[in-house]
């Protein structure tokens, strides 16, 4: 089993849908989440993160974690062509400087105009 | 957060050859990382390099095959040696966002294809 799995889609949605990400993991361990938004031909940009388990919320964009169940999902709202993008899950054990992210295989998102 | 610049971004490389890529970055920081990504696979840490110390391996990736310099605190070279198609991928700098975050700010990657 993967220490982390992430449906690769391609998933499809009209401009204005809420849009759903997810991602599960088997690493209890985890204590650090976050999604990355890659466009192509981009390296990928941290969009949020996440400690332990909850919600967080920024602009359009809601993560949560659920550490009991060893998912995470990430939420866009009214979504635009302009998020049209891979989206990769990425979760980490340790804080400090010193941290390896694992990365989940990325979602491919398309909002149609 | 930092600002990365990495070269080149895409090449073409006959079978056997090596290429280094190049990264710098816009401040300075401790550790820089370096990423491949292949097509439907997840990002895969290969090494982290530290200034002034040899770089560390994740398991499946040896030296000889990709070797790191870090010659300062801005700036952090990867080779691709003896190269193969298997090769082809994306490599991608990274650098700790520095913002007491967990995240890492990525080059844009260099994109490589192997003939």
């Known amino acids: 089993q993967k220490e982390v799995e992430q449906d690769p889609g391609p998933l499809s949605v009209p401009e204005g849908a809420i849009v759903s990400l997810n991602c599960t993991y088997s690493?209890?361990?985890?204590?650090?989440f976050m999604w990355y938004r890659q466009y192509s031909r981009k390296g990928p940009e941290l969009l949020m993160y996440t400690y332990s388990s909850g919600n967080k919320e920024d602009g359009r964009f809601t993560a949560q974690v659920d550490k009991s169940s060893k998912y995470i999902s990430l939420f866009i709202r009214d979504s635009q062509p302009s998020d049209s993008a891979t989206y990769l899950c990425a979760m980490s054990n340790s804080g400090g400087s010193n941290y390896k992210l694992t990365f989940g295989k990325g979602t491919l998102l398309t909002v149609n105009p | 957060s930092a600002v990365i610049s990495q070269k080149p971004s895409r090449d073409i490389c006959q079978r056997g050859t090596s290429l280094t890529i190049q990264c710098q970055v816009d401040?300075?920081?401790?550790?820089m990382f370096w990423y491949r990504q292949q097509p439907g696979q997840s990002l895969t840490l290969i090494a982290t390099a530290n200034q002034g110390s040899e770089a560390t391996y994740e398991s499946g990736f040896v030296i000889d095959k990709f070797p790191i310099s870090r010659p300062n605190l801005t700036f952090s070279t990867l080779t691709v040696s003896n190269m193969s198609p298997e090769d082809s991928s994306i490599y991608l700098c990274?650098?700790?966002?520095?913002?007491?975050?967990?995240?890492?700010?990525f080059g844009s990657g260099t994109r490589l294809t192997v003939v």
């Open positions: 690493n209890s361990a985890f204590q650090y």
């Open positions: 401040s300075q920081v401790t550790m």
């Open positions: 990274s650098v700790d966002t520095g913002a007491g975050g967990h995240g890492y700010t």
